[in-house]
């Protein structure tokens, strides 16, 4: 459905990144990303390449580096292209720019979805809708504070107590390598939003992310790379650092042309760590805060992460950096995931295998919050794949729901096929049934890259 294909083109930050890669031995770990975008002839654009004409136009990828901040060529396969603009035609009626305020049970099971014009402070247009089953999809942060409204005040008082725990982080750390001066043979803003990554320890995963040429905002959060650990407090260590050297900490701290000079490292893992997100009452009402959960702290600098940005400071010629919050221990994430986790019953998830809301099975909660584990890669196609796994179990209206009964056992079901797809069955796009298993094949590189760590450490 996301049109995922591998990156088809090296950039010069891709190259940065494999020169880096083979310095630190782990060479072959060097891959190109998988991502949801139309390559194509770049710049030109063609009739619906994957839905069987039902779907829009495209435009082949111009690799401008603008993807996070919104593709406006066409290129880009998004939720709005491939999954919304089909269920329109399919006759669903889409309400943009509204926020749920409230999920009510009414006395014969179904529900009431109370909501407001987002971002309204006078004319708030408040409106309610009815449905006898209802889907949470507004993201992990947007979901988890939603249902930790609701059972805060008794709307949902038989909601696990699980809410909130097993909430991850994908271990993450954002540092970068910034160059002083633009250089105008280097074009670090060439690509996709991220084309390729490697793997400087088995758990450790590092991708070149970049922004497109005037989008420089992000510059902001950038501070002068202090690594943690030691006998002083790291905020000191930081001024130590900039006072060192003065004229590094001013380039870092420049935003002028920021992303056309800059190489960001976005650094994952899938270690076993988590905080537990929670409400507290505070001055202006109650607010979501969270503590340390399950499994090992969450870790406030990644070793490895820092070198791999100090090698590309040096292959740039320019300065590493980290962000504002890790001087404070403090790390910056992308991606916030989990804290709705499934589990075999209510002691151990707050949804089932089937992504229905345990005690509440007619609520289902299909979107990040429902990752388990820190995935230690970007999550997007591991929420697509959950999503729609989940969609696929549902019965067509009026038919028999295959799903067993909440407390009966996981039981394997069939996908179901749809009754009258809005995509013709020969398209590229169309869902192919039955499902054929795929085979499980360990992930060699990282296995070579474990045994190297290995007989290092011998």
Not at 282 to 303: D, M, V
Request: charge should be positive.
């Amino acid at each position: 459905m996301l049109g995922v294909v591998t990156n088809p083109h090296m950039t010069p930050a891709d190259e940065i990144i494999r020169s880096v890669a083979d310095d630190m031995s782990v060479g072959d770990t060097f891959v190109q990303t998988p991502v949801g975008v139309y390559f194509g002839e770049p710049g030109r654009t063609v009739s619906d390449p994957y839905f069987g004409g039902v779907g829009p136009d495209r435009t082949g990828c111009i690799e401008c580096g603008e993807c996070m901040t919104g593709c406006r060529h066409g290129a880009k396969n998004t939720l709005l292209k491939n999954y919304l603009g089909l269920a329109e035609r399919a006759g669903v009626v889409v309400n943009p720019l509204t926020t749920v305020t409230d999920v009510r049970q009414r006395p014969d099971g179904s529900w009431t979805v109370d909501t407001v014009k987002t971002g309204a402070w006078i004319r708030k247009r408040e409106k309610a809708f009815t449905a006898h089953n209802v889907v949470f999809a507004a993201g992990t942060w947007g979901t988890q504070q939603l249902l930790h409204k609701l059972k805060d005040s008794g709307r949902l008082p038989e909601l696990s107590t699980r809410l909130g725990e097993l909430t991850r982080t994908n271990s993450e750390s954002i540092l970068g390598a910034t160059r002083y001066r633009v250089d105008e043979s280097l074009d670090l803003t060439k690509g996709v939003a991220i084309t390729s990554s490697f793997y400087p320890t088995p758990d450790t995963h590092v991708e070149p992310v970049r922004y497109g040429k005037g989008s420089n905002a992000m510059g902001l959060l950038q501070a002068p790379m202090t690594d943690g650990d030691g006998r002083l407090p790291r905020w000191l260590r930081f001024i130590g650092v900039a006072l060192r050297d003065p004229l590094a900490t001013a380039r870092v701290l420049a935003v002028k042309g920021w992303s056309e000079r800059t190489v960001i490292a976005l650094v994952m893992q899938n270690l076993d760590n988590s905080i537990t997100t929670f409400t507290k009452r505070g001055l202006f009402g109650r607010r979501l805060t969270s503590k340390q959960g399950h499994g090992e702290p969450n870790p406030t600098w990644i070793p490895a992460g820092n070198e791999a940005t100090r090698r590309i400071a040096e292959k740039i010629g320019g300065t590493s950096a980290g962000t504002w919050g890790e001087v404070f221990n403090v790390p910056m994430t992308a991606h916030f995931l989990g804290g709705c986790v499934i589990g075999d019953d209510e002691d151990n998830g707050v949804i089932d295998p089937y992504h229905r809301v345990y005690g509440y099975p007619s609520l289902s909660v299909v979107d990040g919050s429902a990752v388990s584990a820190n995935l230690g890669v970007n999550p997007s196609l591991t929420i697509a794949a959950q999503a729609e796994r989940a969609a696929a179990l549902w019965p067509n209206k009026g038919e028999k729901d295959l799903r067993p009964i909440q407390g009966s056992g996981y039981r394997r079901i069939e996908p179901t096929e749809p009754r009258s797809p809005i995509v013709p069955v020969s398209a590229p796009g169309a869902l192919r049934l039955p499902i054929i298993p795929v085979r499980r094949v360990a992930d060699e590189k990282i296995s070579r890259a474990a045994t190297r760590e290995s007989s290092d450490a011998r």
